[in-house]
C-alpha cells in the first residue's frame, strides 16, 4: 500500500478582519466623544493697585483708542497702520531708546492694537515700557 505524503499548506495570517474591527471602533470612539471647549475660559483679570510713578523729564505716550486707532503724545496719527506708527515713534524719540514708553490703552481696544504698539516698540528697542492702569476709587496709591 502506497500513501500519500501529506501536504503542507503555508500558514497564513489574515488580518483584514482584525483591521475592520479596529475602525469600527475608532468610528465608535469618535461619534461616543464629547469634546470640551477648553478655548471658552472665564477670566477674571486683576485690579492694579499701582505704584506711584516717579516723576521723569521725558516720556512716549501712546494711547490706543476703542477704534483701533494711536495718538502718540497727544498728536492723532493719520492712518492705523504698523509704518506710520513706527515712524511717529522714530521721530518723537529721536536717538534715545531709554525714555519712558507707556502704553495707555482704552479697556474696549482690542488686544492685536496693543500687541502691535509692544511689538513696535520693542523692534525698536525701547527698554522701559509700561502699561497704563487705572486704581480701583477708593483705594490709595502705595508709595
Not at 16 to 36: H, K
Not at 44 to 58: D, I, R
Not at 79 to 88: C, D, G, P, Q
Request: proline content about 5%.
Amino acid at each position: 500500500m502506497r500513501f500519500r505524503k501529506p501536504t503542507v499548506e503555508p500558514l497564513e495570517i489574515n488580518l483584514t478582519p482584525m483591521i475592520d474591527c479596529l475602525l469600527f471602533l475608532i468610528v465608535f470612539l469618535l461619534l461616543a466623544t464629547s469634546f470640551n471647549h477648553y478655548s471658552r475660559l472665564n477670566l477674571v483679570l486683576p485690579e492694579a493697585q499701582g505704584v506711584a510713578q516717579a516723576e521723569q523729564k521725558q516720556s512716549i505716550e501712546v494711547a490706543v483708542q476703542e477704534d483701533g486707532s494711536y495718538l502718540v503724545n497727544g498728536i492723532s496719527l493719520a492712518n492705523s497702520s504698523e509704518a506710520e506708527l513706527t515712524s511717529m515713534l522714530q521721530q518723537e524719540a529721536g536717538s534715545n531708546r531709554d525714555l519712558l514708553f507707556v502704553i495707555a490703552a482704552d479697556g474696549n481696544a482690542t488686544h492685536q492694537s496693543v500687541v502691535r504698539v509692544m511689538d513696535i516698540a520693542g523692534k525698536l528697542g525701547f527698554l522701559n515700557l509700561n502699561i497704563s492702569t487705572v486704581v480701583p476709587q477708593g483705594q490709595p496709591i502705595p508709595q
